[in-house]
Structure formats: C-alpha cells, structure tokens
C-alpha cells in the first residue's frame, strides 16, 4: 500500500510520517531509501511511503513528492 504523507521528524536514515488523510496519524520510524539526498530532506515535505503487506509498523520512503 502506498501513501502520500508529510515528514515530522528527521533521524539517520530515518523519518517518522504524519498522515493527514489518516486523522493525522503518525508511522514508527522508517528507513529512507539511499537514492533519496538527505541534503534538502526536511519536515514539513511531502514524501510517498510505500508499506508492506498493508502494515503501517513497516514500510519505506520511497519518494520526496515536491
């Protein structure tokens, strides 16, 4: 399942994600995927999360959406 979200925090090749369609829920830690720069990577961007077998314990950020 993949979803649009909004990045709340930043760690090391880490982002929590807040879901705003979702009552603003917000993901456990997931890994960021090396081909995304963590240069210009910060909270409050747009980011396409991809979770497997439907499980929102895990999961990676696949995409920076702007």
Same mark, same amino acid.
Do not use: H, I, M, V
């Given at each position: 399942m993949n979803r649009k979200g909004i990045v709340s925090t930043i760690g090391?090749?880490?982002?929590?994600v807040q879901f705003?369609?979702?009552?603003d829920s917000v993901s456990y830690e997931l890994p960021i995927a090396k081909h995304i720069s963590m240069v210009d990577f910060h909270v409050g961007e747009e980011v396409l999360v991809? *979770?497997?077998?439907?499980? *929102?314990?895990?999961?990676i950020i696949m995409a920076r959406m702007g």
């Open positions: 090391t090749n880490t982002a929590r705003p369609e979702l009552e991809c *979770f497997y077998n439907n499980n *929102f314990k895990s999961g």
